[in-house]
Structure formats: C-alpha cells, structure tokens
T-cell receptor, first 115, second 110 residues
C-alpha cells in the first residue's frame, strides 16, 4: 500500500542554519504531496503542497520539490528561526490534480531551533 | 485559524463510557475526515464523509462510529472506551487547496 517515510528526529539546529527534512514515498498512481506543521498544543497546519511531478511548493521560506524519479519530497529552508521549532509531517493523498482524499502521514520530525 | 472547529478541546472520561466529538468543517467544504494521533500509532486515518455519506474507512474500531449531518457538521462517537483510546482526535475538511485541520480534541480515558 501507499506509505510515507521521513527522517527520524529530533533535528536540532542553530538559528539561521539550513534545514533539510527528508521525505520519500511509495504510491501507485499520481499522489499529491504535502508538508504539515504542528506547533506545541495545536492542530496541523498545511505548510505547502505539490500536485504533480517537478512541482515546487513553497510557503514562509520553506520549499519542497515533487521528484517522481526519486519518489521524494524533501523539505528545505535556507535560514531557520526559533519560531520554526515544531513537528513537521510529510503526507500524501491519493487524489488527482489537487483534489484531496485521505492523507497518509509520515511519523513526523521534531525540529528544535536554538538561538 | 483553519476554519475547522472542533469541540470539546479536552475530554476526560472513565473506561467503559461513551463520548461524542463534534466537528464543523470550513464553509463550503463537503468532505470531513477524522484522524487519531497517538504516540505509538502516529497519525491514523479513521473515516471520511462526503456530503453526508461515508466515503472511505481506515483503521476505525467497531466501537467507534461517525456521521455527517445535513448541515455538514460531523460527529465521532467512541463507546466502551479503553485506556488505549486516549489520544488526540482531529477533524479535517478539504477542498481543492488541501485538507485543513481543527485544533483537535484531547481524549483522556482514566
């Protein structure tokens, strides 16, 4: 079945460091890919998405590119801030063209940014 | 603010009891999804409703049931509760942009 694998955390970085959180997926068909962020005590917030191969999703300085050849959707940010400390979830949806069906989530990666 | 409203935020109840969690989707969204988040299982899809009808089922126990009403709000009913049902329960609604989540209901079974 479809699945998402993301790197184990926690990831600890100093402020202004470069961030990469790896995410790979297994899917039949043409899934849409998402990154969600969960701040302590809050729900999941949609960070960015990509609906087809080579699409780049971006938001708030974060970006991720849908790579079909490597089945990956790695999250990157050039300069992290303390306020980026949160848990990041990679997810896929089996919908087409942006339509969203149920989401399959990775295990989440805790990011801790130190001042 | 995602536009998805869940009540209550916290719920503490005893084993064997029954509870109802409520979700109001974003205005205009017809799909509602329920997810369970626990430390050992991570985020698990439970069930999806679309415009009042069940659309997809995931790892939902037989003790759990859900429905979506004509005004599109949804309820998740959990019965014969066990300690292992303690978790964060999220509702999400979706449109073309993606799925948007509520703040969740933290259920503690004691």
């Amino acid at each position: 079945g479809n699945s998402v694998t993301q790197m184990e955390g926690p990831v600890t970085l100093s402020e202004e460091a470069f961030l990469t959180i790896n995410c790979t997926y297994t899917a039949t068909g043409y899934p849409s890919l998402f990154w969600y962020v969960q701040y302590p005590g809050e729900g999941l917030q949609l960070l960015l998405k990509a609906t087809k191969a080579d699409d780049k999703g971006s938001n708030k300085g974060f970006e991720a590119t849908y790579r079909k050849e490597t089945t990956s959707f790695h999250l990157e940010k050039g300069s992290v801030q303390v306020s980026d400390s949160a848990v990041y979830f990679c997810a896929l949806s089996e919908g087409y063209g942006g339509a969203t069906n149920k989401l399959i989530f990775g295990t989440g990666t805790l990011l801790a940014v130190q001042p | 603010d995602s536009g998805v409203t869940q009540t209550p935020k916290h719920l503490i109840t005893a084993t064997g009891q029954r509870v109802t969690l409520r979700c109001s989707p974003r205005s205009g969204d017809l799909s509602v999804y329920w997810y369970q988040q626990s430390l050992d299982q991570g985020l698990q899809f439970l069930i999806q409703y679309y415009n009042g009808e069940e659309r997809a089922k995931g790892n939902i126990l037989e003790r759990f049931s859900a429905q979506q009403f004509p005004d599109l709000h949804s309820e998740l009913n959990l019965s014969s509760l066990e300690l292992g049902d303690s978790a964060l329960y999220f509702c999400a609604s979706s449109g073309v942009e993606g799925a948007f989540f509520g703040q969740g209901t933290r259920l503690t079974v004691v």
